[in-house]
């Protein structure tokens, strides 16, 4: 059957062997499958495992809004439109929140996220001791923790000054004003550890500030960075007061404006975040000679019937992307170069 078939199609039959050569062609010069990408695990650990800290923790001072920034820039909202829209969705979604509990900011709160986060990347990194650098540091509770709790030569660098800095600084505690991709003035070959956490996607020179990062790193020292990507649900960040995914992908930041203002809620648009995917960070880590040591995401599924009604703009992004709320990623800066 198969021969009487080939007989009477001869063509057809020559077309097929030929697309079948061409895809066989490609597949041989695109190398084995194993080769196409590198796989990272999803945690890291130093070896020996550090001493768990012990002790009481201590008590920062007493500060009056210690995430208060120095200086302020008024919003001037421009003309709106779609307010309709996005007030029909806020409504729609109040019951079923994006984010059900956002961070607080009281100085509580601060004061313990700060002795959580340096806890946790010491189980992994082993801080004690270190020379450590925080990029963007805020308030600089985590750096004030490294140098009296872990006895680390404790640096911070942030691109805004917080009022809270005059009561932590010390022997031990350095807050430096700056900008990290442009070198913030901080010395080369220095930091044994770097940590980071949800702030490079602030940074308006994220590329710039990897190149700074792997300079300023010390051979064989680590960095810890969690960020949030651009494309994910929450990174509008104003997920206080907007319950639905993805304001920022839909709305311009005059519409998320003017509804503010009409709910009564504090104003301005999205917060800015650059666009880079995690594909684009990867390269530049790469290319900075920095090695990948491990890597998560914080993922938030996708709600497919939100995304089939707003397919016109959404459907412009891979769903993968759309998923990727943050990126953890472990870094190490090789002590023989490259």
């Known amino acids: 059957m198969i021969r009487r078939w080939v007989r009477r199609y001869p063509r057809l039959v020559s077309m097929l062997r030929r697309i079948r050569a061409g895809w066989w062609a490609v597949r041989a010069a695109s190398g084995p499958r194993s080769a196409a990408r590198p ?10 495992p550090p001493a768990p800290i012990t002790g009481e923790w201590l008590q920062p001072p007493e500060l009056a809004s210690p995430m208060s920034r120095v200086d302020t820039v008024e919003f001037a909202p421009p003309m709106v439109f779609d307010v309709a829209l996005f007030e029909a969705l806020n409504a729609e979604y109040a019951s ?15 004061a313990e996220r700060s002795r959580r986060r340096v806890s946790g990347i010491h189980d992994q990194l082993d801080l004690r001791g270190k020379t450590v650098l925080e990029i963007g540091c805020g308030s600089g509770y985590e750096v004030w923790n490294l140098a009296g709790q872990l006895a680390c030569d404790a640096w911070g660098i942030d691109i805004t000054p917080r009022k809270a800095w005059p009561g932590l600084v010390g022997d031990r505690v350095h807050l430096v004003a700056g900008d990290i991709a442009s070198g913030g003035g901080l010395p080369s070959d220095t930091f044994e550890r770097v940590l980071s956490f949800t702030v490079w996607e602030h940074i308006t ?14 051979p064989g020292g680590l960095a810890w960075i969690r960020a949030n990507l651009y494309r994910g649900p929450a990174a509008s960040h104003r997920y206080r007061d907007i319950s639905f995914p993805f304001p920022h992908l839909l709305f311009s930041d005059a519409v998320i404006d003017e509804a503010m203002r009409r709910a009564g809620r504090a104003r301005g648009g999205s917060a800015w975040v650059n666009r880079l995917t995690w594909e684009q960070y990867e390269a530049a880590f790469l290319e900075a000679g920095l090695a990948i040591r491990a890597l998560n995401f914080t993922l938030h599924p996708l709600d497919e019937a939100f995304y089939e009604r707003f ?5 412009r992004y891979p769903k993968a992307d759309l998923e990727r ?10 002590a023989g170069g490259r």
Request: charged share 30%.
């Open 311 to 315: 397919e016109d703009v959404l459907g």
């Open 39 to 48: 796989r990272y695990p999803t945690s890291y650990r130093v070896s020996p």
């Open 205 to 218: 020179r994220p590329l710039e500030a990897i190149v700074e990062l792997a300079r300023v790193m010390k």
């Open 325 to 334: 709320d943050f990126f953890q990623v472990v870094l190490e800066k090789p």
């Open 96 to 110: 079923n929140p994006l984010v059900t509990d956002p961070p607080k900011y009281d100085q509580a709160s601060i």
